[in-house]
């Protein structure tokens, strides 16, 4: 026998740090459904059990913070899915598992099954934001596909009247539980998005457990709600629970009351958004009214200031007035001069020779000619001093330089005649008055 000692001989730490290694380098992450037993959750807050079946046991254990994470409390003889990876405590030499996820195996199963469908449709892109439509800011119809008994449909039909009486809601029944739920929620989600009728359809259901809600993760389902030509809101469940039908739908609440809120507007909100749209809307016409007051205000007084025509029509009007006044005039002191000269004619008939009275008649009639002569000189030499006037005006009239070719330049704010480059500045907004209208133009660039 050989008492030389071996050169390979390990501590008791070194041979469990290598079995540690072997182990978590051998197994992955594992899943185990087991029962449990022996569980503890001492004031560390970590939890220590044993994962067992009929003919073995294994060690678990599950630190803090994930060991307050679950959504159950462990007991003994509970049934488990649990999910971690292998290892050796060292100090004991013992191996175990250490868990980060763990389940009752009642919901395992569907549990598995419900990441493995999410994970496909969501690589197809089915749960993509850029794919899903805006809600309807004011539906006129929404169909509610839900049971139509319990609590679900009274509330929403109840919110749904109180913030917007106007909408319609056809509700469409259908089972929300069991093997032919996903069926039917399928066939009126696809019938309301092929008949054009609503503008909305909200599927709906409370709260349960997974396996209640399973109707809701069927695939065909979860691709008739994605290919539905009408926006879908999805109302399943509570706050926390959520579905296949959740991620697809384009816009997804939390409670079916929250979901009737999302898809109509209060009535008080739009009576207030009407009455500050209306104020606007009649601030808005005053100040247009008083700025097209000023303008035509501005406008009149140029008009006023390039108009010489009013002046002349004025000297006109006067002239008028005064060639009746003179017509009048000499209409009267004709009729005085002819009944002078018919008493005159009556005297000198009475008293003088008839040679003289030939001699008379002849001479009056030479007088009887003469106020009408007189008259008619004053006719011509006053309208020919108006048509002087008239020629005057013409020659110093704006209006007349415009016509041949020159304009007038007047500052735009307060209507001035620009006479030098001084009365402008770079910037100024300036109108040229030509001889068919008025050119709006801006100093570019002043001496």
Request: charged residues 30%; contains cysteine; glycine residues 6%.
């Amino acid at each position: 026998m050989d008492d030389a000692r071996p050169t390979d001989t390990l501590t008791p730490s070194q041979l469990n740090t290598l079995a540690r290694d072997l182990l978590e380098g051998a197994f992955a992450l594992v899943w185990i459904e087991a029962e449990l037993g022996s569980v503890s959750r001492p004031s560390s807050g970590h939890l220590y059990l044993t994962l067992k079946d009929a003919r073995a046991q294994v060690r678990a254990a599950m630190f803090k913070p994930k060991s307050t994470w679950l959504r159950f409390v462990p007991r003994e003889g509970m049934r488990v899915l649990a999910r971690g990876r292998v290892t050796l405590y060292e100090a004991r030499g013992e191996y175990q598992v250490v868990l980060d996820h763990m389940e009752e195996a009642g919901e395992g199963a569907l549990r598995r099954a419900f990441e493995e469908l999410k994970a496909k449709l969501q690589s197809e892109g089915l749960f993509e934001a850029a794919r899903k439509r805006a809600l309807p800011a004011f539906p006129r119809r929404i169909a509610l596909v839900t049971s139509p008994t319990g609590a679900v449909v009274r509330d929403v039909l109840s919110v749904l009247a109180r913030r917007f009486p106007l909408v319609e809601v056809d509700v469409l029944p259908v089972q929300v539980q069991g093997v032919t739920a996903a069926a039917q929620v399928l066939e009126r989600v696809r019938a309301s998005g092929d008949c054009g009728r609503y503008d909305a359809v909200l599927v709906a259901r409370g709260g349960g457990s997974l396996e209640d809600l399973w109707a809701f993760n069927d695939e065909a389902l979860v691709r008739a709600i994605a290919a539905c030509g009408t926006p879908v809101v999805s109302a399943i469940g509570h706050e926390t629970d959520f579905t296949l039908a959740d991620f697809v739908a384009d816009a997804r609440a939390p409670t079916p009351s929250v979901a009737a809120e999302l898809l109509v507007p209060h009535r008080d909100d739009l009576h207030r958004r009407l009455d500050a749209l209306h104020a606007r809307l009649l601030q808005h016409a005053r100040r247009r009214l008083r700025d097209a007051h000023q303008r035509a205000d501005r406008a009149s007084l140029r008009l006023q200031a390039s108009r010489p025509q009013a002046r002349i029509a004025l000297l006109q009007r006067r002239h008028a007035d005064a060639l009746r006044r003179l017509q009048a005039a000499w209409r009267q002191r004709v009729l005085r001069e002819q009944a002078r000269l018919r008493h005159a004619d009556a005297v000198l008939r009475a008293m003088a020779p008839r040679a003289r009275i030939e001699r008379l008649r002849a001479r009056l009639e030479a007088l009887r000619a003469r106020p009408q002569a007189a008259v008619a000189r004053g006719l011509a030499q006053r309208a020919l001093h108006l048509r002087g006037l008239a020629r005057s005006l013409d020659a110093v009239s704006p209006l007349a330089t415009v016509a041949r070719g020159y304009a007038i330049v007047r500052r735009t704010d307060d209507g001035r005649v620009v006479r030098r480059v001084d009365d402008v500045r770079a910037g100024d907004a300036v109108t040229a008055r030509v001889g068919d209208g008025e050119i709006p133009l801006r100093v570019e660039k002043a001496p």
